[in-house]
């Protein structure tokens, strides 16, 4: 069964940062692509950042481009998201989730995913 425990959530000031953490079990870790979407409320999911399993190209969504850095350690099973920069608009719950990835061949700032995600993590950012 897949798990993904995700953490590291919270309330911080504009500007601040916030490191996500998503521990992974139930699967071979290595060979998916694994992320991070967000989905605030009254919108729809936002494709926020995704590691290729295949050549380990990183994909971050237009809005947090410059300001996320997305990571994993594949001996832990683990893949961050690290947030500087905050601002109000990224407030939103935060979920790791596998198999995602551009939706065409030239990467237009879309993510998607189409596996299995955890419970999320809220991130509030105050103004």
């Known amino acids: 069964e897949v798990q993904l425990v995700e953490s590291g959530g919270g309330l911080v000031q504009a500007g601040g940062s916030l490191r996500l953490s998503c521990a992974a079990s139930g699967f071979t870790f290595d060979e998916h692509a694994i992320g991070w979407f967000r989905q605030a409320p009254g919108k729809g999911r936002e494709g926020v950042s995704c590691?290729?399993?295949?050549?380990?190209?990183?994909y971050y969504g237009d809005s947090v481009k410059g300001r996320f850095t997305i990571s994993k350690d594949n001996a832990k099973n683990t893949v961050y998201l690290q947030m500087d920069n905050l601002k109000p608009e990224d407030t939103a719950v935060y979920y790791c989730a596998t198999d995602c990835g551009p939706t065409t061949h030239q990467f237009n700032g879309v993510i998607v995913f189409w596996g299995s995600w955890g419970q999320g993590t809220q991130v509030t950012v105050s103004s």
């Open positions: 590691i290729s399993s295949y050549d380990g190209t990183i």
